[in-house]
């Protein structure tokens, strides 16, 4: 019995049917997944948004696969081809591929071969041979003879014949599964670089003269290779074996068509039509079958490498998005910048913009002395604690301009970081920065961006096509469609676990909402803008085309701060209410005497409120939220401590421990910075005394971390670091210079693009990390191999495009690794 969309998701997910199908009758309904997952616990089992993110893929993937099944079995029953077998082969079909497998024979197609000899009467003779080789093929042939049809002689015959068995065999739904499956785990991709291109694709040398098995290239090798065929440096081949593969003798037929032939009880025992049904399979395997299955191969190597690639984009823009906000602090905004000078903006407490200027300390006019004196007198004026400097073009220089206005002066206590600048000038050129900011010039624009994503990173990046921020790998070779779908539901997972302040929050931020789009944002800033500040989410209910649903959808995640009723500042649905209605019955005080009071809410019992309608995880969820009420999930901001006196790499000695923010996260490690503008490498060996499959289980970008200096080797500027702080200095993790995948000569190409940023919390940041879209140049291929930062970031300061790089890439230059 064929299981159903519902049983195969509950199976594929290991959970009960029921579950699914609640969450999917919640989805069909306009439900979000954040609203789900927090508020419809007891309708779906406790699925967490993960879960349901992979239901609401596996749910699109089954449906399109059903849509295209009738469509399949409408095409062959007007064929009158349709029988009971096929059909329920059809419906068995657990995958696109499978269901195009069977379809294949019954695919309208122009006219083969194959099909005008069947036309000429040709199919019995294929059909005897194949049934009895004991006939001999000539002999049989010439009763097939007819120049009427087409059919000259014999050998026109038997040619006519043939194309029909290869058709046949070549479109044989269970053997191309078989094959293909075979091909897959044997198979390696082979690639060499094509004649006269060694010098002009000298950035792909690592794939010159490569190759390796289909099940062990990683993500970002398939692509590199893919862009390097695409550019035309490259030629990939789809081999059916390993190099040096045990196969049959050189003379005889390889295993793939002893396949075929074992299918169709093809066999040379000495019979008069063995030999021609020999060449005939391998005509077959060699003419159709293996360039049928290398075009499938090469999508299914495409597809898996655009899954990871999207996963790891996906990551890495959430850990930028759930970055640590500095919060409300007067920020000045540093946008970095050589010839067209330093962009000054300082932002208040709430982010509104108080003060800009343009400086120019660094060359060609060298104006240092007053540049310190400008940043210094507008900080005390605007009462600044923090300076954020954008990471792109002249970030190293502007970052000890910073440290001399700290030292100069220290009555300011001022505390430098450097963020990601990624996506700033698409922003600043945007029109929503034209709305926001009107009748400023778009460079200052960029940096009152930098200033507020300091202040709140999710607030400020929201405002940016998530592809623009620059935490990819080979971003613009992948689907568009399927890249947004995924960065779009990390963005409203973000927003929704954070919460959003609807009496600040722009629109851009409101959009993300659950149960919001684009209109009815600005319909809600205007009523905003119109009536003054929300004072509870009931008056939301007011505002243009927010109905019922919208209502329901929005409101446990919008927060009304110091409202008229403290539970909507909090994340506890307006729906249950009730609830807490009767804890406080229970505790027989006032909310605002119980909110926030432990002793009070742990000594209640969470079983006693249930009730028809809200379950128990419903109410040990408002308990908890009524315990710390608009709890932010996103960690404590805090900045690094360097060591005084160890600001370049030539301070650095095996031995020291020091603390550093982590940068960048690769499949091999991750990138480091410690204070002396290199960042150091944290092998993934060295991060654990415990196996470490995925680095990210240990770390993230931007986490303040203790390291060991391992090793410094200043010539080469690389920096051996560990996690593990008993590793004694010289230690270096066995097997880091090949394993992590840098120092092999393969790095800036295995680079997973990490976020482009040097750390929101760096607390220093000196460096140029000119990570991302071509550091600020705009939307760039997002990886490749050494497209490094340093040739590819002139263009912000006057306006020009940069080409497209790769954070990754960035970092493993400032690692000092490509």
Known sequence: MTQSVHQRIAGELGVAERQV???????????????????????????????????????????????????????????????????????AADSKSRLEDIYLPYKPKRRTRAQIAREAGLAPLAETLLADPAQDPRATAAGFVDPEKGVADAAAAL????????????????????????MWSR???????????????????????????????????????????????????????????????????????????????????GRPADRWLADTVRWAWRTRILIHLGADLRMRLWQAAEEEAVRVFAMNLRDLLLAAPAGTRPTMGLDPGLRTGVKVAVVDATGKVVATDTIYP????????????????????????????????????????????????????????????????????????????????????????????????????????????????????????????????????????????????????LTRVSGIGAGLAENIVLHRDANGPFRSRTELKKVARLGPKAFEQCAGFLRIPDGDDPLDSSSVHPEAYPVVRRILSRTGQDLRSVIGKSGILRGLRATDFVDDRFGLPTVTDILAELEKPGRD????????????????????????????????????????????????????????????????????????????VLDVDVPRKRISLTLRLEDEPGAAPDGTRDKQGARSGRASQDGRGGPAQRGSQSGRGGPDQRGGQGGRGGQGAGGGQSERGGQQRQGRGNGAAAPANDAMAEALRRAGLA
Request: aromatic residues 6%; contains cysteine.
């Open 362 to 509: 660094h060359e060609p006019r060298r104006q240092w002395d007053a540049s310190i004196e400008t940043l210094a007198r507008l900080a005390g004026a605007h009462g600044v604690e923090l300076v954020a400097i954008g990471n792109g073009t002249a970030s190293r220089e502007t970052d000890k301009l910073a440290g001399d206005l700290i030292k100069r002066h220290p009555q300011l206590n001022l505390t430098k970081v450097v963020v990601s600048e990624a996506g700033a000038s698409v922003y600043s050129a945007s029109a929503y920065a034209s709305q926001e900011l009107p009748g400023m010039d778009v460079s200052l624009r960029g940096a009152v961006s930098i200033a507020r994503r300091l202040q709140d990173p999710l607030a400020e990046l929201v405002k940016i096509d998530p592809r623009s921020i620059g935490v990819g790998q080979y971003q613009h070779d992948l689907s568009e469609v399927k890249l947004s779908r995924s960065l779009d539901a990390v963005v409203e997972d973000c927003v929704n676990a954070v919460g959003v302040d609807v009496n600040t929050a722009s629109a851009p931020l």
């Open 187 to 269: 198979g390696r991709l082979v690639s060499r670089v094509r004649e006269g291109q060694e010098a002009a694709g000298s950035k792909f040398a690592d794939y010159f003269d490569f190759s390796e098995p289909y099940p062990k290239l990683p993500s970002h090798r398939i692509l590199a290779m893919f862009r390097g065929e695409k550019e035309g440096v490259l030629d990939l081949t789809m081999e059916p074996e390993e190099a040096g593969a045990a196969d049959a003798a050189p003379t005889g037929p390889s295993r793939y068509e002893a396949v075929i032939a074992g299918r169709f009880g093809v066999s040379d025992v």
């Open 159 to 182: 040619e006519g014949a043939r194309a029909i068995l290869i058709e046949t065999f070549a479109e044989d739904a269970d053997l191309i599964g078989t094959l293909r499956e075979q």
């Open 21 to 91: 199908r609640a969450a999917v009758e919640l989805l069909d309904g306009g439900a979000t997944v954040p609203f789900i997952a927090r508020y419809r616990k007891e309708a779906t089992g406790l699925l967490d948004d993960t879960q349901l993110r992979t239901l609401e893929e596996r749910l699109r993937y089954l449906r399109e696969l059903d849509e295209r099944r009738a469509a399949v079995l409408e095409s062959i029953r007007g064929q009158g081809k349709l029988d009971e077998a096929l059909e329920a082969q059809i419906m």
């Open 633 to 708: 999930p996103r960690p404590e901001f805090r900045t690094a401590t360097f060591v005084e006196g160890v600001e370049k790499i030539g301070d650095l000695t095996p031995g020291m421990v020091l603390e550093g923010v982590v940068t960048n996260v690769a499949a091999f490690g991750a990138f480091v910075d410690v204070g002396v503008h290199q960042d150091g490498l944290v092998h993934v060996s060295a991060m654990s005394r415990t196996f470490v499959k995925d680095p990210r289980e240990v770390v993230k970008s931007g986490d303040v971390v203790k390291v060991r």
